[in-house]
């Protein structure tokens, strides 16, 4: 195997961002978003469409104008930095690889621009598209590339005058699934190579948790939460973080004296009540189990019925109705020890939540 | 392989391809409708654009004296004066659409810009001319240039020339009647190619380093060519063959192909040679026209090699 050189590894800058805000008429597009990103992390900024992610990504490119607010890179202030100086990297949700240039010379635009010499600049072109695994690509059309090497011609673009910042707007929105995951994975690889400073912009919650050291949950303009992928799914923040990452039914509880209670049975749980909001239990389907006799001490149990069982190859669904008449959806791996265990539609069934998975969520935030 | 799974053995007898005669008889019987359907169309552009042209190429190798030959082309070659006339169309119509261009360019360029409203409210007066007589607009050249027309006389009062410049009945007025008559067509090429440039593009470019000016001429220019050439090419074709404003503006001093076809006719009743200089005039137009596309396509070969 030959050792292929790729390009080098950029010292990376963090991102203050204070205050920034945005309005279109009445509308807040961000809202006072305070957010730092650290020096070579790879941030997410992840929400819903119109939550105003690509709004602040934007804003770090230049391309949106806040009404007020701090973005600095490093010690450098730069909100009112032109885009052209601001010496970011980009990729592009449609990727924007100028049609009328080859591979090489759209790779080697930015070099030109920063009058690199040619032999050199095609030097460090073709390095970037070895980077990007697309070496020999330089003599190709635009035009005659899958859109999976048009990513990474937009990738290759983006690197090649190493940036110290690299920002991507849904860069794998119009891939196939297949390809997508395995770009999720490379991308995550290259970032670990590269080490510069990544904001990445997604509404796909999977593919965030797949790349992410860390998400922020932004809606209607404003963090809803910034954690660690584990963190953010495990301890959700809020009703809305809850329900937007991962499936989950929200079942009302009742809080007294530090402790909360679902339909009269004290509830063992994972962190202490915060008493100061009402307070809703969050159940995702994948951490409920069907118990097969007595539950252990450490575990929650639901009482309930069977009411309807999809089998879906990996895994199967289970709707189950409470007492209180609450449904709440169960999902399980499908291995012959549990499926034994089902109980069939209609019969009774005991399900059980771990303490560690028993988390209360603040209720209605959305 | 499918096939043999529902009937093994027997793959050749007809009763394994059911229905295949009648199947080829409608995709025939299909294809012929669709012929009858088009045939009067068909019939509409042979009448009128097939034959005309037949009976020019016909007339053009007759004689006077209606026996075949060649003396009208040979007259062309012969003659100075019919070159003179070749080189004048081709200066008038080559000087035309670059001040076309020149002028057409940045107003296309900044119809882009414009918000759709305001868009459409200017494309209109762009527009505006041709639902107006040609022939009126020319005149009105004449009355604005002529030697006591308005800006000679605002000219010389505003102190900017002592005598009347000749504006008119010269290469000068025809050209300006000219660029102005065809500006619409060079306009609105060049704007649709403007419009359909995704904005993404100068964002990335902005993004890589480029400043407002290298963005517009390293990626939005060159992305308009194609509708630039376009354009150029509707209005120098169109130039070669035009008629009425060199006319009225050149004061018989721009003489051009069209209007030595008109003294051929009108005044000496000579369809040969009137004949000849159309089917010249047309094979011009096909090569500029040929060679136009050669060009495009030469470009797009220089595109792949530079940066």
């Given at each position: 195997m030959a050792v292929t050189e790729t390009v080098p590894r950029s010292e990376a800058l963090p991102i203050t961002i204070r205050r920034v805000t945005k309005t279109y008429g009445q509308v807040f597009a961000l809202d006072h978003v305070d957010l730092d990103v650290k020096s070579g992390e790879f941030l997410t900024l992840l929400g819903p469409s119109g939550s105003g992610k690509t709004t602040l990504l934007m804003a770090l490119a230049g391309f949106t104008r806040p009404d007020h607010g701090s973005v600095s890179f490093g010690d450098t202030e730069v909100v009112r930095m032109p885009p052209h100086k601001r010496d970011v990297g980009m990729v592009f949700q449609n990727y924007a690889l100028f049609p009328h240039m080859t591979v090489a010379a759209n790779v080697a635009f930015p070099l030109k621009l920063r009058k690199v010499a040619k032999?050199?600049?095609?030097?460090?072109?073709?390095?970037?598209?070895?980077?990007?695994?697309?070496?020999?690509?330089?003599?190709?059309?635009?035009?005659?590339?899958?859109?999976?090497?048009?990513?990474?011609?937009?990738?290759?673009?983006?690197?090649?005058?190493?940036?110290?910042?690299?920002?991507?707007?849904?860069?794998?929105?119009?891939?196939?699934?297949?390809?997508?995951?395995?770009?999720?994975?490379?991308?995550?690889?290259?970032?670990?190579?590269?080490?510069?400073?990544?904001?990445?912009?997604?509404?796909?919650?999977?593919?965030?948790?797949?790349?992410?050291?860390?998400?922020?949950?932004?809606?209607?303009?404003r963090l809803m939460q910034l954690d660690e992928p584990r963190r953010l799914y495990d301890r959700p923040a809020n009703r809305f973080v809850a329900d937007f990452i991962g499936e989950g039914t929200f079942l009302p509880v009742e809080l007294s004296n530090g402790s909360a209670a679902y339909a009269g049975t004290p509830l063992k749980l994972a962190e202490a009540v915060n008493e100061t909001a009402a307070q809703e239990l969050l159940l995702r389907p994948e951490r409920l189990s069907v118990l097969a006799g007595a539950a252990e001490p450490e575990v929650n149990v639901f009482a309930g019925k069977v009411k309807e069982l999809v089998f879906q190859g990996e895994s199967f669904l289970m709707y189950a109705a409470l007492a209180d008449g609450a449904e709440v959806a169960v999902r399980g791996a499908t291995n012959r020890d549990v499926m034994e265990r089902i109980p069939a539609v209609g019969a009774d069934v005991h399900l059980g939540l771990h303490r560690d998975d028993t988390v209360l969520v603040a209720a209605g935030e959305d | 392989m499918a096939v043999a799974d529902f009937a093994p053995g027997a793959v050749a007898e007809p009763q394994d391809e059911p229905h295949a005669t009648g199947l080829r008889d409608d995709a025939f019987r299909e294809r012929m409708a669709m012929l009858g359907l088009c045939s009067p169309a068909l019939l509409l552009v042979l009448v009128v654009l097939v034959s005309p042209v037949a009976w020019l190429f016909w007339l053009s190798f007759l004689a006077n004296d209606g026996s075949l030959s060649l003396e009208h082309y040979e007259r062309m070659i012969a003659s100075k004066s019919y070159a003179r006339i070749f080189w004048t169309t081709f200066q008038v119509s080559t000087l035309t659409?670059?001040?076309?261009?020149?002028?057409?360019?940045?107003?296309?360029?900044?119809?882009?810009?414009?918000?759709?409203?305001?868009?459409?409210?200017?494309?209109?007066?762009?527009?505006?001319?041709?639902?107006?007589?040609?022939?009126?607009?020319?005149?009105?050249w004449l009355v604005l240039l002529q030697r006591k027309g308005l800006l000679n006389n605002w000219a010389i009062e505003l102190g900017l020339w002592d005598e009347p410049v000749k504006l008119v009945h010269n290469m000068t007025g025809t050209l300006i009647g000219m660029t102005h008559i065809m500006l619409p067509f060079l306009v609105l090429p060049v704007y649709g190619a403007m419009k359909s440039i995704d904005r993404d593009y100068l964002k990335a470019a902005s993004n890589l380093g480029a400043?407002?000016?290298?963005?517009?001429?390293?990626?939005?220019?060159?992305?308009?060519?194609?509708?630039?050439?376009?354009?150029?090419?509707?209005?120098?074709?169109?130039?070669?063959?035009?008629?009425?404003?060199?006319?009225?503006?050149?004061?018989?001093?721009?003489?051009?192909?069209?209007?030595?076809?008109?003294?051929?006719?009108?005044?000496?009743?000579?369809?040969?040679?009137?004949?000849?200089?159309?089917?010249?005039?047309?094979a011009l137009t096909m090569g500029t026209l040929y060679a136009a596309s050669r060009l495009l396509r030469l470009d797009r070969i220089l595109g792949e090699g530079n940066g």
């Open positions: 032999a050199e600049a095609r030097e460090r072109a073709e390095r970037a598209l070895e980077t990007v695994q697309l070496g020999g690509y330089g003599e190709r059309q635009i035009d005659q590339l899958s859109g999976g090497q048009r990513q990474r011609v937009a990738l290759a673009r983006a690197i090649v005058f190493e940036p110290r910042i690299l920002l991507m707007d849904e860069p794998l929105s119009a891939l196939d699934k297949k390809l997508r995951e395995h770009m999720q994975i490379e991308l995550r690889h290259l970032h670990e190579q590269l080490g510069m400073t990544t904001v990445y912009v997604t509404h796909d919650q999977r593919e965030a948790l797949t790349m992410s050291d860390r998400i922020a949950v932004i809606n209607h303009g | 659409t670059m001040l076309c261009i020149l002028i057409g360019y940045p107003l296309a360029y900044f119809l882009s810009q414009l918000p759709p409203r305001a868009a459409a409210i200017c494309l209109i007066t762009v527009l505006l001319p041709f639902w107006t007589s040609l022939l009126v607009r020319t005149y009105a400043s407002p000016v290298s963005a517009f001429w390293q990626v939005f220019f060159p992305l308009s060519l194609p509708g630039l050439f376009a354009g150029a090419l509707i209005v120098f074709v169109l130039c070669l063959g035009f008629f009425v404003t060199p006319v009225v503006l050149g004061g018989g001093k721009v003489i051009m192909v069209s209007m030595r076809i008109t003294d051929n006719i009108e005044l000496f009743f000579n369809w040969g040679a009137a004949s000849a200089l159309g089917v010249v005039l047309l």
